[in-house]
């Protein structure tokens, strides 16, 4: 079958679902986006698979399962998101022993997929049935508002400009500790942004 690869554009609140998030896949030849709506825990777990720098004091459910793999003797070789029904897509992990090249196929839900992948650096695949089916192709004004929603929803408070480096580097450890992923990452994008601005 004919697999597209898509790569992740984004989380941001769902505006459709309270407490939920929207995870943003896209097409990078057509630029069709394929918006997952995912609960926080996901959105967390994918969030601290992408962000490789920042390590949670104990080990979420993903990390876990990551190095149960590691351990086997697997690799997970890609992610397929195979069916939408419903409005709930449907995907598989594969999986191959490094030993026998032997195959293993599990049914996952795309949220779990998807933070599995990002952990393993694989691909993420689905059919042209899905994008036709759920895909959305957005204008360019369109796509830099989305853009920029997203990344007003990752943005620091304001009151982060005004903390010392030192003050921030704390607070990440702070928040890493308390498990509050989601402030952390705030502070670890404005790390990055002031570590460009002296780059």
């Known amino acids: 079958m004919d697999y597209k690869q898509l790569i992740i554009r984004g989380i941001s609140y769902s505006q459709t679902q309270s407490g939920a998030y929207a995870l943003l896949l896209e097409h990078e030849e ?4 394929l918006p997952v709506v995912i609960g926080n825990f996901e959105a967390q777990s994918i969030s601290l698979g992408l962000e490789k720098d920042i390590q949670p004091p104990r080990p979420l459910t993903h990390d876990l399962f990551t ?9 997970l070789v890609s992610v397929i998101i195979y069916q939408i029904v419903d409005g709930v897509f449907f995907s598989n992990i594969n999986f191959k022993n490094k030993a026998n090249n032997e195959e293993m196929i599990l049914d996952a839900r795309t949220s779990d997929a998807v933070a599995m992948a990002v952990r393993f650096d694989a691909p993420i695949f689905t059919t042209q049935q899905v994008l036709n089916e759920a895909g959305i192709l957005l204008e360019l004004e369109d796509v830099s508002k989305e853009e920029q929603s997203f990344s007003e929803t990752v943005q620091t408070e304001d009151n982060l400009k005004s903390v010392s480096m030192e003050e921030l580097q704390k607070l990440l450890e702070e928040a890493v500790k308390e498990e509050d992923y989601d402030t ?3 502070i670890q994008e404005e ?7 002296i780059d």
């Open 191 to 197: 790390i990055k942004r002031r570590k460009k601005k």
């Open 30 to 33: 057509t630029h069709i986006k």
């Open 67 to 75: 190095k149960f793999i590691v351990s086997a003797n697997y690799e």
């Open 184 to 186: 952390a990452l705030e």
